[in-house]
């Protein structure tokens, strides 16, 4: 008769279960680096968005953090956010009925913290000076997986791995 005994078949499952048990704290790892990254990256490409048709439109743009995907009512960057043109000019920008939403993000879900020093980014047309500041994205990892966009006073967002004085990201509460 062909087969295995029972110890070379336990052998095997014990290999087995350590071998994974290495494996899957680095799969988690590269789940939340690309979970961190797609996150950063739909951020920036927002804020790039807005950024050039402002330029190209020649009116205000607005990107604010949204939960419901219509209006600014965003606690943080994680719920989500849109893009709209700010036709009637109000201070502080809010979305109407009558303005188009150009984009939305919905809410980054899991375990994502993202949020920062300002409630909505304002790009306006011909050179004008835009809002800047910074959002930080954090997970269960803390601080040191944080990362940053930066946005400057031109309105060119950059991702960061060290706040603005060259120390460590702090992550938000």
């Known amino acids: 008769m062909r087969g295995h005994t029972l110890i ?12 994974a048990s290495f494996a899957i704290p680095g799969m988690q790892s590269l789940a939340k680096d690309s979970r961190r990254a797609s996150a950063i990256n ?19 743009v607005v990107v604010c953090r949204s939960r419901s995907g219509q209006r600014c009512d965003g606690e943080r960057w994680s719920d989500g956010w849109i893009v709209f043109p700010d036709l009637d000019r109000d201070s502080p920008p809010e979305r109407d009925p009558v303005e188009p939403i150009l984009a939305v993000q919905a809410a980054l879900g899991g375990d994502a913290r993202m949020d920062g020093n300002r409630v ?7 050179g004008r000076r835009s809002t800047n500041g910074t959002i930080i994205y954090c997970d269960d990892r803390g601080d040191p ?7 400057s006073y031109t309105g060119r967002p950059r991702i960061a791995r060290e706040a603005p004085g060259g120390g460590p990201l702090r992550c938000p509460d």
Do not use: K, M, W
């Open 42 to 60: 739909g951020l920036v490409r927002s804020l790039q968005y807005a950024r050039s048709s402002a330029a190209l439109d020649g009116r205000t």
């Open 8 to 19: 070379e078949t336990l052998l095997v499952v014990a290999i087995v279960g350590v071998a």
């Open 145 to 151: 997986a944080a990362l940053a966009v930066v946005v």
């Open 120 to 126: 909505r980014f304002s790009y306006r047309p011909f």
